[in-house]
């Protein structure tokens, strides 16, 4: 029985070794081969980004990349520095919310802008190629119905009934600049604090629910979201651009950015429209559930992208 305790001691001192082990080496956080040809992948924590990520991932494979991924890594405070030392090759990234991460006092909204200032603030150690058109940014969206009864086009049709809306949106859209403040700076919504009404789950079905259901007049939820579609509901113009551009961009550590690797992901950008990108969540979050690697490797085929480009 002693030895059969020594025995349990020793497998459990291993595992503890282990687990110690495991919690002090984080692969993200070890510089990685810079000069390497080999590309990594990466993606953040959240569908749309991983689907766009296994697209680059398959169509670098295709044109003669060794590819490797490291996929749901988190936030930009977690992927960033991991591009910074090449722990990730490339990630998809958005242009307006990059620009802000770089540049705190960044005020560009309009895509060329963004674009032009984007590419001033990444430095030496990053790189972009080409947005692609498809965006996924902040929207103000109605439902059918209240479009139809008041009329609404764009969020300036929205600001005479200022007094009867009721907003939901996450909490920190009540103090952000391109949030409440925004859209009565720029079309004179003028929503009060108790019509402002917080929901945490970042324009998601929570959100969606509670427009349809109408405990909201209006909702800020996101360009991209196949709820828009499949709810007949209506996302308001922003002529003014309140809210960022937010088009879809491969970000490159700088060290590994080359001319093939732009040229064939400039390819996919192309082709990567906003509608494409709904389509795309449509297929990986809607009622079809598909995995995002089974999803990304249909539309690289529908797009004819799975065979070498040029």
Request: glycine fraction near 8%; aromatic fraction near 4%; hydrophobic fraction near 45%.
């Given at each position: 029985?002693r030895?059969?305790?020594?025995?349990?001691?020793?497998?459990?001192?291993?595992?503890?070794?282990?687990?110690?082990?495991?919690?002090?080496?984080?692969?993200?956080?070890?510089?990685?081969?810079?000069?390497?040809?080999?590309?990594?992948?990466?993606?953040?924590?959240?569908?749309?980004?991983?689907?766009?990520?296994n697209i680059?991932?398959?169509?670098?494979?295709?044109?003669?990349?060794?590819?490797?991924?490291?996929?749901?890594?988190?936030?930009?405070?977690?992927?960033?520095?991991?591009?910074?030392?090449c722990?990730?090759?490339l990630?998809?990234?958005y242009?307006?919310?990059?620009?802000?991460?770089?540049?705190?006092?960044?005020?560009?909204?309009?895509?060329?802008?963004?674009?032009?200032?984007?590419?001033?603030?990444?430095?030496?150690?990053?790189?972009?190629?080409?947005?692609?058109?498809?965006?996924?940014?902040?929207?103000?969206?109605?439902?059918?119905?209240?479009?139809?009864?008041?009329?609404?086009?764009?969020?300036?049709?929205?600001?005479?009934?200022?007094?009867?809306?009721?907003?939901?949106?996450?909490?920190?859209?009540?103090?952000?600049?391109?949030?409440?403040?925004?859209?009565?700076?720029?079309?004179?919504?003028?929503?009060?604090?108790?019509?402002?009404?917080?929901?945490?789950?970042?324009?998601?079905?929570?959100?969606?629910?509670?427009?349809?259901?109408?405990?909201?007049?209006?909702?800020?939820?996101?360009?991209?979201?196949?709820?828009?579609?499949?709810?007949?509901?209506?996302?308001?113009?922003?002529?003014?651009?309140?809210?960022?551009?937010?088009?879809?961009?491969?970000l490159?550590?700088?060290?590994?950015?080359?001319?093939?690797?732009?040229?064939?992901?400039?390819?996919?950008?192309?082709?990567?429209?906003?509608?494409?990108?709904?389509?795309?969540?449509?297929?990986?979050?809607?009622?079809?559930?598909?995995?995002?690697?089974?999803?990304?490797?249909?539309?690289?085929?529908?797009?004819?992208?799975?065979?070498?480009?040029?």
């Open positions: 029985m030895a059969g305790r020594v025995l349990v001691a020793a497998v459990a001192l291993a595992a503890a070794m282990i687990v110690a082990a495991c919690g002090t080496s984080d692969p993200l956080a070890a510089k990685g081969d810079c000069a390497s040809d080999a590309l990594i992948v990466g993606s953040a924590n959240f569908p749309e980004s991983e689907t766009v990520a680059y991932t398959e169509v670098l494979r295709i044109n003669g990349f060794k590819v490797d991924t490291k996929f749901d890594i988190g936030s930009r405070e977690a992927y960033i520095p991991a591009l910074r030392q722990a990730i090759s990630i998809p990234e242009t307006g919310n990059l620009l802000q991460y770089l540049d705190k006092d960044a005020t560009a909204t309009a895509a060329p802008e963004v674009n032009a200032a984007l590419t001033k603030a990444l430095g030496d150690d990053l790189a972009i190629a080409t947005p692609a058109p498809g965006e996924d940014s902040d929207a103000v969206v109605v439902t059918r119905a209240t479009a139809d009864k008041w009329g609404l086009k764009s969020i300036a049709d929205l600001a005479p009934h200022s007094a009867e809306v009721k907003f939901g949106g996450m909490a920190e859209f009540a103090q952000r600049p391109g949030g409440l403040p925004g859209l009565k700076k720029t079309y004179g919504l003028d929503i009060s604090d108790a019509n402002f009404v917080p929901i945490a789950d970042g324009g998601g079905p929570a959100t969606v629910r509670a427009l349809v259901d109408g405990q909201v007049t209006a909702a800020d939820i996101f360009t991209t979201s196949q709820a828009i579609a499949e709810n007949d509901l209506v996302v308001l113009a922003d002529p003014q651009h309140n809210f960022a551009a937010q088009n879809v961009v491969p490159f550590n700088a060290a590994k950015k080359t001319d093939k690797a732009v040229a064939v992901l400039d390819a996919v950008s192309a082709k990567l429209t906003t509608t494409e990108l709904i389509s795309l969540n449509t297929a990986v979050s809607g009622d079809s559930k598909i995995e995002p690697k089974a999803a990304a490797l249909a539309w690289i085929t529908a797009k004819g992208l799975n065979s070498p480009i040029g």
